[in-house]
């Protein structure tokens, strides 16, 4: 079983808060959370060993933040080439304009475009610029930097040797926009969602794209159009 040292809690921040819901006892279940102060030796200590203990080390601090404090993810990965680091930071490492920035979810929708290119959702909405309350950068971030850590287990049974990974938070949610955004031409109508196909009847018929349409096809009528098009292509 690999065992993680999530360095976002080993700080002089308080740990992840124990909220009174059931939601807490999902998101929080099978963790052990320490709460040390890396800005002191017995903190630091404390650290290194559990570090010397893990497969993989996720840290989301702002790049250079950890080294300063005595975690230097090459230098650990010389003493023990099989380590897995993982950095999740807001901007990335080279990224000299912006690595310093404190990474709200915010400020990495503004910096990356979110609020005006999440894609043709919001065509549908007539609104443009749109804010989205949900933590898209967290999410994608979450996600890539997950899917790079397993596979990263998965060469070092290989190789036997581990990896050092960088998802920065901006990168991976303009994955995403890049995905909601990405238009083909002459895509066949079964690789067509309902909402695709209403954008495109709306503009045709010039109908408002803000509203519902009294006159319009439900979501249902649209879906099943696709699915019986789809069988004749």
Known sequence: MAIWAPLSYMSTRRPAPFWDSPANATLNRNKLIVQIDLKTETGLAQALALIAEADIVVENFRPGVLARLGIDFPTLREERP????????????????????????????????????MGVNRVLMGKNPFFSPLPLASAYGTLYAASAAALALQVRERSGIGDQIEVPLACAVMEGLAYNS??????????????????????????PMDRPCTNSPTRFTATMSAKTDAGSL
């Open 82 to 117: 099989e380590l897995i680091t993982v950095s999740v930071p807001g901007f990335a490492s080279n990224d000299h304009l912006r690595r310093e920035w404190r990474a709200f979810e915010s400020v990495i929708a503004a910096a990356s475009g979110q609020f005006t290119d």
């Open 182 to 207: 990405c238009q083909i031409e002459d895509l066949p109508i079964r690789y067509k969602s309902a909402r695709d196909i209403e954008i495109v009847r709306r503009r045709e018929a010039s109908l």
